[in-house]
């Protein structure tokens, strides 16, 4: 089992130290990033872009610079109450307290499942056979979901995985959002996928589980992670940083892992 981490008067000599570990979690952004084809009716989400302003050139000397154009939902990005309509009145992002961007994680693995069908959903019976194991959800804390998704994520058509039917990427069954959003202590959910939500959640009762109850209930959502499998089962602190955007339903956000250096080499998966 990982050590606790040290308080924080110890944290900057742990990490000089290399006792603790930093384990980055977010995705490169680019233009070649892996962006959800929206259902009809829904407005898309437009790709990331850089526009070049200076490159020390007659445009500014001494100067590279670029305007950026994406939209919050983009790569590894950070879910606010207020993207889904049953949290409309709830926070957007600059409102989210930064004492709920840093929290304690714990990690479920279904990689081996989803190895087997891409349409995997994980269940409350899942999660409770996990808690049994590895004791309770933390409060206010992480849902770190592994699928094994993220190794399909440097192609658009593989990482969506979409036929006639639409998407087919594992996620979380109704009951189950339902559940976590209202029964357990989790502040929120992390994924490996482009969205929350399964890739044939548009189909489901209701639509759109994961946005619909854990959204609605004032819960974030964080997705597109990679290097999971580098994550202890428990005893890590994630850090989650996404823009201060007034107003806005999500956000571009690096994401990080702090965990005890010997639990990132003992892969306690």
């Known amino acids: 089992m990982p050590q606790l981490l040290p308080s924080a008067f110890g944290l900057a000599e742990a990490l000089r130290n290399r006792t603790i570990s930093v384990i980055d979690l977010t995705a490169p952004l680019s233009e070649s990033t892996p962006v959800l084809p929206l259902p009809a009716g829904m407005q898309p989400i437009p790709h990331f872009a850089l526009e070049e302003l200076a490159r020390y050139d007659e445009r500014g000397e001494t100067s ?8 919050e939902h983009v790569g590894t990005h950070f879910d606010a109450p207020c993207h ?18 840093i929290a304690s994680f714990v990690v479920i693995d279904k990689s081996q499942e989803v190895a087997d069908d891409p349409d995997f959903l994980l269940s409350i019976e899942h999660v409770r056979d996990w808690t049994e194991t590895h004791g309770p959800l933390p409060a206010g804390g992480w849902l770190l979901y592994r699928t094994g998704w993220d190794r399909r994520a440097a192609d658009q058509q593989q990482f ?14 109704v009951e189950c959002a339902e559940w976590l959003a209202a029964e357990t202590p989790i502040q929120g959910v992390g994924v490996e996928t482009v969205g929350i939500d399964a890739g044939q959640a548009f189909a489901f009762d209701p639509p759109f ?19 999971l499998e580098s994550l202890p089962v428990t005893g890590g602190v994630l850090v989650v940083a996404p823009l201060k955007i007034v107003g806005g339903s999500g956000s571009p956000a690096r994401v990080m892992a702090i965990v005890d250096a010997s639990a990132e080499t003992e892969g306690e998966m």
């Open 64 to 71: 590279y610079q670029n305007g950026i154009h994406t939209g």
């Open 84 to 101: 889904w309509i049953t949290g409309r009145d709830l926070a957007d992002v600059a409102s989210v307290p930064v004492t709920e961007l």
């Open 160 to 173: 969506i995985n979409a036929d006639d039917n639409g998407p087919h990427t594992p996620g979380i069954s």
């Open 209 to 227: 589980p994961c946005h619909h109850y854990l959204l609605g209930a004032g819960k974030y959502g964080v997705t597109q992670l990679r290097n």
